[in-house]
């Protein structure tokens, strides 16, 4: 049996560096996408060429109903494996003041960003809960912790998953499943590329973006044995930023 990990958005930025990071743990890595299957066949090819292990999952993590037929899918064509590790990091963002969000911008973020993971991880946590293992680590962010203005929608899917990291945690703690979420500030991804790098700067006090490699390091860290004692925390990871 494989010690098989599911990265949501496991294709790009982040999720990318995480799915890299879990495949030279030694995870079979099923790296979810949305649309853009360039980069996931590229992320895909970069693990084989390492020597790790770990295969594509087409599907729109929003859609719940026909993301969760996918994993059903997955488990009959896999039968005798489970999802041992599952990183919810899938998100999008779209920025507006509150007064002039459109409805669908609310929506589309809570679906991506917190929808999914209520219904991926209960999906996971069946297999998790029966095999008394499990690694799961939400992918939050600061916004969550200190809200930012011009993303009510993104700060409140955010401190919802913190939530549901706190909760969850306390729920399977007993059965040996961790839960623990990462909160990271400035990243340098294809979502922070249109922000002003140099006006954000100035405010870290470590001077600069974080990498996704800084933040896969984390979370590697966090999907590993020797995080077996913590769970039920949020870890930020910000170049010193005040939350
Ligand atoms: P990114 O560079 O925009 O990459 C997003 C990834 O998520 C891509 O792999 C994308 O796949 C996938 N994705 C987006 N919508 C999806 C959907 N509906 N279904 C399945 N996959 C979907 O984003 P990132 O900066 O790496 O962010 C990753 C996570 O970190 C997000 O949850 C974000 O909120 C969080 N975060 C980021 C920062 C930052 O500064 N970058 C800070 C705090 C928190 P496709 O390529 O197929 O679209």
């Known amino acids: 049996m494989a010690n098989n990990a ?17 495949a030279a743990m030694g995870y079979h890595v099923i790296i979810n996408y949305n ?30 109903t026909d993301f969760i037929k996918r994993l059903e899918e997955w488990q009959q064509a896999n039968p005798g494996e489970y999802i041992s590790c599952l990183v919810n990091n899938a998100g999008i963002r779209r920025d507006n ?10 929506e589309s973020v809570i679906d991506t960003n917190l929808n999914s993971t209520f219904y991926i991880t209960k999906f996971v946590l069946k297999s998790m809960l029966l095999k008394r ?14 809200g930012l203005p011009g993303q009510v929608n993104y700060s409140a899917a955010k401190a919802a998953l913190i939530g549901i ?25 294809d979502m922070t590329k249109d922000l002003d790098h140099d006006e954000l700067t100035k405010n870290i006090p ?16 966090l999907a590993s044995p020797d995080a077996a004692y913590i769970t039920g925390q949020v870890i930020s990871i910000n170049g010193g930023l005040y939350t």
Request: proline share 3%; net charge neutral.
């Open 133 to 146: 293992n499990g690694r799961i680590i939400n992918v939050a962010s600061l916004s969550g912790l200190k």
């Open 165 to 189: 990291t706190k909760a969850l945690a306390q729920e399977v703690g007993k059965r040996k499943i961790t839960v623990n979420a990462v909160a990271p500030g400035f990243i340098e991804t």
């Open 206 to 221: 470590a001077g600069r973006f974080g990498k996704p490699e800084e933040v896969a390091a984390l979370v590697g860290f």
């Open 35 to 64: 649309s853009n299957v360039e980069a996931a066949q590229d992320t895909l090819s970069q693990i084989v060429a390492a020597g790790g292990s770990a295969e594509l999952l087409a599907g729109n993590v929003a859609d719940s």
């Open 6 to 22: 599911l990265v949501t958005g496991g294709s790009r930025g982040i999720g990318k560096s995480i799915s890299i990071k879990l």
């Open 97 to 106: 003041l509150m007064i002039m969000m459109p409805d669908q911008d609310w």
